[in-house]
C-alpha cells in the first residue's frame, strides 16, 4: 500500500520546525540539560529515545510500508527474544536510504535504511547487522556515552543527544560537521569505541546462533564492507560510526568458529523484502522493470517467484497495471494468504478501480488474520476509495485500540473523517496525528477547532477535549525543556 502523498506533504509542511513523539499520551521527559546524570535510569534512556525517535519523523524519510515493517518487526524481535539483558520492548524502522547503514539510540529503536537489505546476500547478514545493534542497546553503549559526558563541560547531553541523531540518521553529514565545528572530544562520542564494538560484536553473534541464524554471516558482511573500503575513496556508512580496524574482521571470523557451521536459507519474506526494495526504493521504475527481466531469464534458482514479485511491483509503479495483474495473479494461486502478494493485487486493483473485489477478497483474510496491520489497512484503504466511509472508520478505531501509535493507521482515519465530513472527528484525530509528530501547539489548535464542532449540550465530549487540550500544551512545555 502507497501512502497518500498529499496527506504526507501536508504533515510535512506543518512538522518541519518541530520535533515528534510516539504517541499523544503523558510522558515526563527527563532533565537533559544537566550534566549531574551519574547513571541513566531506563524510564530516562526510554524518554529520550522518544525525543529522539520524533526528531527523525520530523525530518526523515521513514518507510511507511506495512508489509516491510511487518517483516522487519518480526526478523528483529525473532533476535531480541534471543538476546541477553533485554530490558524493555525494541522498535524497529526503515529509512529510505540506498546507503549500507543501521542505527539503534535509547530505548531500543533500531533504524535500518533499506540499502543495507538491498546490499545483503542472505537474511543471516541482515540478522547479524541488527544483532549487532540490539547489543549496542542490551549492553547500553549510548547510556554509558552520557555518563562519560557528565564531566565534560564542552559537551552537553542535550547537544550530545542532537550530534548522535545527526549522526546515525546521515553519518556522511553528521561527521563532516563534526570535523568542521567540533571538538575531538565530541566527536569521540558519536562514533561506538573499539572496545564497544568487539562488545557488541561477541553479543550480537551470540544472539544470532541462539536465533537460529548462521554465526559466519556476520564475518562475511564485515569482509564485504571492508572491500568497498579498500575499492572506494568513500566508506559505506555504516563504517562512519562502526569503526573497522583491521583486526576487526579477523576477530569476529576467530569468534564464529566457536560454532558449528551451518547452511541457513533465507526465508521467502527475505526473498519478497529485498525484492520490494529493490524494486520501489534502491531502482527506479523502468531499471527495475529491466533488472527483474533479466535475472528472470538468466536465474538458476528453482523458484523465481521474488524476482516475479519484483517485477509486479515495477510493473504496477509504472501503471501497467494489466501486465501486472496477470503476474500477481498467478502468485496468489499458488499462495493466496502472502501477505506480500495481497498487498500488490490491492494496488493494482486500486489503480484499475475495483473496489469491490479487493473489498471481498480482504474481509475473508480479514476475519482469519483480525488486525493483521497489511490486511486491515489496505482494507480500509480500499473502503475510502470505494467511499465506504464508516466501514474504514470501524476497521481504524479497532486496529488503533490494538495499536494506538500506529502513524499510518491514524493517517487513513483522519482522511476517512476529512472525506465524510465528520469535522469534530476530523480535527481530533488531525491533533493526535499531529502529536506523533511533535508539532504539540498545532495539535492543541485543532482540538480548539474540535471544540467548535461540538454540540452546544454535549458537556461530556467537551470535557473530554478540554482535557485533551491541556495535555498538549503541557506536552509542548515538556518538550520545550530541551
Not at 180 to 194: E, F
Not at 392 to 399: D, G, I, N, W
Request: some cysteine; hydrophobic content about 40%; aromatic content about 8%.
Amino acid at each position: 500500500m502507497r501512502l497518500k502523498q498529499a496527506l504526507a506533504a501536508t504533515l510535512c509542511a506543518l512538522t518541519m520546525s518541530y520535533s515528534t513523539v510516539s504517541t499523544a499520551s503523558d510522558f515526563k521527559l527527563p532533565d537533559l540539560g544537566t550534566s549531574a546524570v551519574q547513571v541513566l535510569p531506563i524510564e530516562k534512556e526510554q524518554a529520550i529515545g522518544e525525543v529522539m525517535m520524533m526528531q527523525i519523523r520530523a525530518s526523515s524519510p521513514l518507510v511507511q510500508d506495512p508489509v516491510l515493517n511487518e517483516y522487519l518487526s518480526s526478523l528483529g524481535n525473532k533476535l531480541v527474544a534471543s538476546a541477553n539483558d533485554v530490558r524493555f520492548p525494541f522498535k524497529f524502522f526503515w529509512l529510505n536510504n540506498k546507503a549500507i547503514n543501521a542505527f539503534a539510540f535509547y530505548g531500543g529503536h533500531v533504524g535500518v535504511h533499506t540499502g543495507l537489505i538491498a546490499q545483503s546476500d542472505n537474511e543471516s547478514q541482515l540478522a547479524s547487522v541488527l544483532g549487532h545493534e540490539i547489543a549496542h542497546v542490551t549492553q547500553r553503549h549510548l547510556a554509558r556515552r552520557i555518563q562519560q559526558a557528565k564531566d565534560n563541560s564542552a559537551l552537553t547531553i542535550a547537544g550530545l543527544i542532537t550530534g548522535i541523531l545527526a549522526t546515525v540518521v546521515a553519518p556522511d553529514a553528521g561527521m563532516a560537521i563534526l570535523a568542521a565545528n567540533s571538538t575531538q572530544a565530541t566527536l569521540s562520542q558519536l562514533t561506538h569505541s573499539r572496545k564497544a564494538e568487539q562488545e557488541a560484536d561477541r553479543f550480537g553473534m551470540q544472539t544470532l546462533q541462539k536465533a537460529g541464524y548462521d554465526p559466519y554471516a556476520a564475518s562475511e558482511f564485515l569482509t564485504k564492507l571492508a572491500a568497498q573500503v579498500r575499492f572506494k575513496n568513500k566508506p559505506p556508512a555504516f563504517l562512519l560510526t562502526h569503526p573497522l580496524p583491521d583486526s576487526r574482521v579477523s576477530d569476529v571470523r576467530l569468534r564464529a568458529q566457536q560454532y558449528p557451521k551451518k547452511y541457513v536459507p533465507s526465508s521467502a519474506d527475505f526473498n519478497y523484502a529485498k525484492s520490494r526494495v529493490m524494486a520501489r526504493y534502491q531502482l527506479d521504475k523502468k531499471d527495475a522493470q529491466a533488472y527483474f527481466e533479466n535475472i528472470l531469464r538468466t536465474s538458476s534458482d528453482l523458484d523465481k517467484s521474488q524476482y516475479e514479485y519484483g517485477l509486479a511491483i515495477s510493473l504496477l509503479d509504472q501503471k501497467k497495471y494489466d501486465q501486472a495483474d496477470k503476474i500477481i495473479g498467478k502468485l496468489l494461486k499458488q499462495n493466496p494468504n502472502n501477505l506480500f502478494y495481497l498487498d500488490v493485487f490491492t494496488d493494482i486493483k486500486l489503480g484499475q478501480k475495483q473496489y469491490d473485489k479487493v473489498i471481498s477478497l480482504l474481509e475473508q483474510k480479514h476475519q482469519l488474520r483480525p488486525n493483521n496491520q497489511v490486511i486491515t489497512l489496505n482494507l480500509a484503504n480500499t473502503a475510502i476509495k470505494a467511499k465506504k466511509y464508516d466501514k474504514a472508520e470501524q476497521l481504524l478505531r479497532v486496529f488503533l485500540l490494538e495499536k494506538p501509535n500506529h502513524v499510518l493507521a491514524k493517517q487513513l482515519l483522519t482522511e476517512a473523517y476529512e472525506l465524510s465530513e465528520n469535522k469534530a472527528a476530523y480535527h481530533e484525530s488531525r491533533a493526535s496525528l499531529l502529536s506523533h509528530y511533535g508539532a504539540f501547539m498545532k495539535a492543541a489548535d485543532e482540538v480548539q477547532k474540535a471544540l467548535n464542532f461540538i454540540e452546544k449540550d454535549d458537556e461530556i465530549k467537551k470535557l473530554r477535549l478540554k482535557a485533551l487540550l491541556a495535555k498538549y500544551r503541557n506536552m509542548q512545555k515538556e518538550l520545550a525543556k530541551l
